[in-house]
């Protein structure tokens, strides 16, 4: 596939190729080529016009793609691009210049204003930010629909995955399954402790109602997906009883983050199926989350093992790495932050696995 760089370079080529023999052609036009000091004044300053004019927009993207300028908000672009745009136009008007006297090719109307050099290369300033500024133009029109087209495409990709995760998450919690060990685990309240039955209904209400608006939304605050997981595991309690261990350690301080609905959700239904489930002693599910450095941390930890692959390495083949749960994460996160967010799950020592996902707290 043709690359971005090699498509820059081309255009690049092309762009300062074509102004340099529309301007020799206009030249001859005009007939300015009639003797051979003519041809070498003319043909000489265009070539350092244009020799400076590819290098130095050259550097401009260097100094652009540093200073991350496309990254900024739109007026913030527009500002930086006029500085860079200026600086640059009064640099290479002080090199044009220095070349045309080293060269003795200034023209006559030029040779007056030698001694005064300012207002020499400051008559250059003014070609040079023209051409620039058409440049910086066409650089920043190119990204921003560059941009603006990747954005959609990742909206389209979002919501698909968003319905995909919604359907998902219905099934799994709408098969009989689980209704039927929610309900028989209700069932078994009703006599002995009627309040906690009540509670019950209410819990698994909140998961289904949760399951069915996961599409509305790209994100929630994280006290509601923690709201929704304690429900859940509430439940889960009930089956697993002493089986299973509820533990949470929550800053406060990270409820009002936004964060992927139902990510959590997924996570913790992961530790419990392919964690708890399979532990005939049952084990612990713990809960975390707390800011580290930029990033809101979340961690799911859960009694189990990952299965090893034959060189005694995690093996990507287990079910707890293949399933829904895992890529929807994955995707979801890659979507809504790219490579700022990450997401692993790994064993941490040889009883516990953990799932591992950093948020960036502040995007640009």
């Known amino acids: 596939m043709w690359s971005g ?13 074509g102004f340099a023999f529309i301007s020799i052609f206009f030249a001859y036009l005009f007939d300015q080529l009639n003797t051979r000091a003519e041809v070498i004044q003319v043909t000489g300053r ?21 200073l991350n300028v496309l990254q900024n908000k739109l007026e913030r672009q527009l500002l930086i691009f006029l500085l860079i745009t200026f600086i640059f136009s009064v640099i290479a008007a002080y090199f044009h210049t220095e070349l045309l006297q080293q060269f003795h090719l200034l023209s006559k109307r030029e040779k007056e204003f030698q001694t005064n050099k300012v207002l020499l290369v400051f008559s250059w300033v003014f070609n040079f930010f023209i051409y620039f500024f058409i440049w910086n133009l066409i650089y920043f029109i190119y990204h921003y629909v560059t941009k603006s087209r990747k954005q959609q495409l990742d909206t389209l990709r979002l919501e698909a995955l968003v319905k995909e995760l919604e359907l998902q998450t219905i099934k799994a919690h709408i098969n009989p399954h689980f209704i039927f060990n929610s309900l028989n685990s209700i069932r078994a309240l009703v006599d002995e402790n009627p309040q906690r039955a009540r509670k019950a209904v209410t819990e698994l209400s909140n998961i289904l109602r949760s399951s069915m608006q996961v599409e509305k939304v790209e994100a929630v605050p994280f006290e509601k997906e923690l709201n929704i997981v304690k429900d859940y595991l509430a439940l889960e309690n009930m089956r697993f009883e002493d089986r299973l261990r509820v533990e949470y350690d929550i800053d406060e301080d990270t409820l009002n983050q936004p964060v992927p609905p139902m990510m959590l959700q ?29 990033f809101h941390e979340l961690v799911v930890q859960n009694t189990g093992q990952l299965k090893k692959s034959a060189n005694g390495e995690t093996g990507t083949d287990d079910a707890a790495l293949k399933g829904f749960g895992i890529s929807s994460t994955t995707n979801r996160l890659n979507l809504l932050y790219g490579d700022k967010a990450s997401f692993e799950i790994k064993q941490i020592n040889g009883s516990l696995v953990e799932a591992r996902v950093l948020i960036p707290v502040n995007i640009n």
């Open 46 to 66: 265009i070539g350092f016009f244009v020799g400076l004019g590819f290098v130095l927009t050259h550097l401009m993207r260097m100094v652009v793609i540093t």
């Open 266 to 294: 997924t996570l913790v239904e992961n530790a419990i199926k392919h964690g708890i489930s399979k532990q005939i002693s049952g084990g612990v599910v713990k809960v975390i989350s707390h800011f580290k450095e930029n």
């Open 5 to 17: 760089n090699s498509r820059y370079w081309v255009f690049q080529v092309i762009g300062w190729g």
